[in-house]
């Protein structure tokens, strides 16, 4: 019997990496999509919706003042990022 091929590992430039937001206040039955270059939002209220939009692009406007894409920043950036454009307060 032959041994199992390993597979290789994803090199790092390989790896995407999405902001996923969620909305779970929806009452009026729309439903709301929407991506961006790094971002997928869905659900919500029209004004939830309109707030996780408005967030999710300035912490891309944030990534490209960096340089940087999402996949390429460590956790504590990320958590500046999230605190500086508000990203856990309504």
């Not at 937001?21 to 209220?45: A, I, K, M």
Request: positive net charge; proline residues 3%.
């Amino acid at each position: 019997m032959k041994p199992k091929k390993k597979t290789p590992k994803k090199s790092r430039k390989s790896k995407r990496a999405l902001l996923l937001g969620l909305g779970l206040d929806n009452r009026d039955g729309h439903v709301r999509v929407t991506q961006g270059e790094n971002f997928h939002l869905v659900g919500g209220s029209k004004e939830t919706h309109e707030i996780m939009q408005e967030k999710a692009v300035k912490f891309g406007e944030e990534l490209r003042r960096r340089g940087k894409a999402l996949e390429q920043i460590s956790r504590q950036e990320f958590r500046d990022i999230a605190e500086k454009v508000r990203l856990n307060r309504p």
